[in-house]
């Protein structure tokens, strides 16, 4: 961790007293209320906290980028002696790209699918008055190869669908870098990427900001910042802010609860939230767990097979890609058995293979010592109740147009409970997951995501499942929530005696919860054992890889060392 030096300079951004009123109709009044912060040249800047916390529409008021029916009712954004909330759309037009860049944190969603990643680049700069054709070209690539992206000739002529979660982050990072600006803000960059992509963008942020020297669109070496680019990086995760904070900036419900430097506020949190949100952080449980009940496994895997056709890419060939390559294992009742790995490593098409979600080449999965690859769909429906999934994204996978009571009870009346007896069990379930009496009559979008996530899981409970197969339930949440979820779902394994897999790319995660661990390299498991074992002597290099990247284990949550 980086000392911020005292300076007397004026800060690259001065936010004083900045509220942002809430329109008519929630239980807040304001999104941002009272926000006084500065960001210094040279400085990582990284500002906490859930969602609503107000830390995007913080940064969104910087950029001019807010909702039309959301205005600033008080206080000033100070950027080199200018109000931005006082300058016209034209002006921020010149400044957005040139001297204040931002990176989001969906790439997909942040690029234009039907223009090559090189086009897109070159805008920023022809926007802002870069018209030299070459010098366009040479900037794309050398932006390309600069965040770290292969072969830029080739990769400058791809669509965004081409390129991986990753690779498109580094291609929003290069446009946001275009121009060489003073203020990069970074909001979310990392929470929907595999850990050791996440450890690469962040290495990949550091190192630019801490550059001293630039290459301008010209080609020629010149100095860029001579204090260095300010970044104000958007997280809610304390693992990330432990790796490349130098200042801590925590937000509760549109408030500033807290502000100091990166080891106090790390090492000595004075705020009841900060220390809630510290103390939600997945860490290490070096309990030992009782073992499970049964002596039989409820679920055997034995030599699975899945592959799929992979066409065109960036070469235009097609290839067979297995997604699950010779995997075998099983679970017993009251045991959780995590499987780990980063995307496309096969441990989500596991998941759907046990499911009967799509066919396996072959293999056996035996649930009770009977073997369902060999079933039929309709042999393999009156055991569909007994083998239940938690989805990723609980808000796409509940009905928008059914209301929650009903959404929990037409499974179990699709399996021969009367319309009031699956109805009443779904009011207990509310009860046992955690939510009001009242939400049975509501629908999903009156629900916070972690909310719908305990709605998902009350749904799977619904048809009393031996097998619940947990697939990326928890990586979408907050912090704090996503404590809450995983507490939640193990006090139901213990009360109901359920074999849970776990299927997740957070190692943190994996070490807290589960008994066993599957760590899963391009179809294959390359390493398994106890949390402890594939934390403490990993034997494969790819486990060695996924360990090294885990955010913030230099941090207390994971050793006993403080933050230097």
Not at 26 to 38: M, P, Q
Not at 77 to 102: N, P, V, Y
Not at 197 to 208: H, K, S
Not at 375 to 394: A, C, E, H, N, V
């Amino acid at each position: 961790m980086r000392p911020v030096d005292a300076q007397t300079v004026a800060p690259l951004l001065a936010i004083e007293g900045l509220s942002i009123p809430i329109p008519a109709g929630g239980d807040r009044n304001y999104a941002v209320e009272n926000i006084n912060l500065t960001l210094n040249a040279g400085e990582i800047l990284c500002i906490v906290g859930e969602s609503g916390s107000g830390k995007s529409m913080s940064a969104n008021a910087i950029m001019g980028l807010l909702p039309s029916y959301m205005k600033p009712s008080a206080g000033r954004i100070l950027f080199h002696g200018k109000d931005l909330l006082q300058e016209s759309e034209s002006a921020l037009r010149r400044l957005r790209g040139k001297s204040i860049g931002m990176v989001f944190q969906e790439p997909l969603s942040a690029l234009n699918p039907v223009m090559r990643i090189g086009d897109q680049i070159a805008e920023v700069m022809q926007v802002h008055g870069v018209t030299d054709a070459a010098k366009v070209e040479h900037r794309v690539l050398e932006l390309i190869e600069y965040v770290g992206l292969p072969e830029p000739r080739q990769l400058q002529r791809a669509y965004p669908f081409q390129l991986s979660g990753g690779q498109r982050q580094r291609v929003v990072i290069a446009m946001a870098l275009a121009l060489e600006p003073d203020i990069l803000i970074a909001d979310e960059p990392t929470t929907a990427l595999d850990v050791t992509t996440q450890a690469q963008i962040l290495a990949l942020i550091l190192r630019i900001q801490r550059q001293r020297q630039g290459v301008g669109a010209s080609g020629a070496a010149q100095p860029v910042h001579p204090s260095g680019m300010g970044v104000m990086f958007i997280t809610h995760d304390f693992g990330v802010v432990a790796e490349i904070a130098d200042r801590i900036a925590v937000m509760e419900k549109g408030v500033l609860v807290e502000v100091g430097a990166a080891q106090q506020v790390l090492n000595h949190p004075q705020h009841p939230y900060t220390q809630r949100l510290i103390a939600a952080v997945p860490r290490r449980n070096d309990e030992v767990r009782s073992s499970p009940d049964d002596r039989w496994p409820v679920l055997e895997v034995h030599d699975l097979f899945k592959t799929y056709s992979s066409g065109g890419g960036l070469l235009g060939k097609k290839r067979v890609v297995p997604a699950v390559d010779g995997i075998s294992f099983a679970v017993r009742r009251g045991e959780t058995l995590g499987i780990v790995g980063e995307s496309g490593s096969g441990k989500s098409t596991i998941g759907k293979c046990l499911l009967k979600l799509i066919e396996v080449d072959s293999g056996k999965i035996l649930f009770n010592g009977r073997d369902i690859v060999a079933l039929t769909q309709q042999q393999f429906r009156p055991l569909r109740k007994d083998i239940q999934m938690i989805f990723q994204d609980p808000f796409a996978s509940l009905n928008p147009r059914q209301t929650v009571g009903r959404i929990i009870s037409d499974g179990p009346v699709a399996n021969g409970k009367t319309r009031a007896e699956a109805e009443l069990r779904a009011r207990e379930l509310l009860e046992l997951v955690g939510l009001e009496k009242s939400a049975f009559d509501r629908y999903p979008n009156e629900f916070s995501g972690g909310q719908r996530q305990r709605v998902g899981i009350a749904r799977a409970l619904a048809l009393e499942p031996q097998v619940l197969v947990a697939d990326e339930s928890v990586s979408a949440l907050d912090m704090s929530v996503q404590a809450q979820v995983l507490s939640l779902l193990h006090e139901l394994q213990l009360r109901l005696n359920i074999a849970l897999i776990f299927i997740t790319h957070d190692l943190r995660v994996a070490a807290q919860v589960c008994d066993q661990v599957l760590v899963m390299h391009r179809g294959k498991v390359v390493e398994r054992g106890t949390p402890q074992q594939i934390f403490d002597d990993p034997q494969h290099a790819y486990t060695q890889q996924l360990i090294a990247a885990v955010p913030g284990q230099h941090w207390n949550p994971y050793s006993t060392r403080r933050v230097a």
